[in-house]
């Protein structure tokens, strides 16, 4: 199994992309650290994980909060002996529709301000375990990507790019300690879109469009390219952002 014995924290881990990526680390041997703000929600995919004969753990943990973060990285460590993969998804409220010219600038920064905190909170409390056991993997969810015609994503693409630089900041700085930072991108995935989403049928044929497969990443997708680069049979990839689009991105 690629992580065998790891021990991985997903922030956002009752969320669809969190538990596609447990799933995977769970099947693939990690023990799994589900974090989030909703017991009912982390209880369902710990469920469903242990169904499948996976190890799991649950913890509400508000992953804005400096002092929540810290401790629960601490508990881990404390636990396990050791933190291997720590990945952020929570939500970032964004706030989407708007054109930016008509948009008021609280909206326009809130995920912005929420997605840098959040991901520099999570990153350094890892890092800072990683570095004392002289390995780790941090993945980062979303990256570059081209802006969307015919639909106003105010600043959350904005927020993405921001999160892209502090990947390869960290991946600069934490290599020497043989800690990994990586990104995925998939350009955007289908399922994710609610059936009563507005304008859903547009959004998702946008996404589809400039794929050369005819269709986005899957859950599935997301979860087995997570497990992998988290893996040590990628132990050369880091600064990196995998492309899981579809062919929608070419660099």
């Known amino acids: 199994m690629l992580l065998d014995g790891k021990t991985a924290v997903i922030y956002g881990g009752g969320g669809s992309i969190g538990r596609a990526m447990a799933t995977a680390f769970a099947r693939e041997g990690a023990h799994v650290f ?41 508990d881990v460590v404390a636990r396990t002996g050791r933190l291997d993969v720590s990945v952020n998804v ?6 989407q529709g708007t054109p930016l ?4 600038v609280d909206d326009f920064l809130s995920p912005i301000a929420t997605a840098t905190r959040t991901q520099f909170l999570t990153a350094r409390a890892a890092a800072r375990e990683m570095i004392t056991q002289g390995s780790g993997v941090i993945l980062f969810f979303g990256g570059s990507g081209d802006p969307v ?26 290599g020497k300690f043989g800690v990994r930072a990586v990104s995925l991108r998939t350009g955007g995935i289908a399922e994710t879109l609610p059936d ?41 990839i880091t600064g990196a952002a995998i492309n899981i689009s579809c062919g929608a991105m070419f660099d």
Not at 101 to 104: C, K, L, S
Not at 151 to 173: D, K, M, V
């Open 101 to 104: 010219a008509e948009m008021p």
């Open 34 to 74: 589900l974090a989030g703000r909703t017991q009912g929600t982390l209880d369902a995919a710990a469920e469903a994980l242990r169904a499948g004969g996976g190890t799991v753990d649950t913890a509400v943990v508000d992953a804005l909060d400096e002092a929540a973060v810290d401790a629960h990285a601490a």
């Open 149 to 174: 015609r015919d639909y106003s994503i105010g600043g959350f693409q904005i927020a993405l790019e921001a999160i892209e630089a502090l990947r390869r900041q960290l991946a600069s700085e934490l």
């Open 90 to 95: 929570i939500g970032v409220n964004d706030v």
């Open 196 to 236: 009563d989403f507005p304008g859903v049928e547009d959004i998702v044929a946008t996404i589809e469009g400039p794929t050369l497969l005819g269709r986005t990443a899957t859950l599935a997708d997301v979860g087995n390219v997570a497990a992998f680069v988290a893996s040590d049979r990628a132990a050369s």
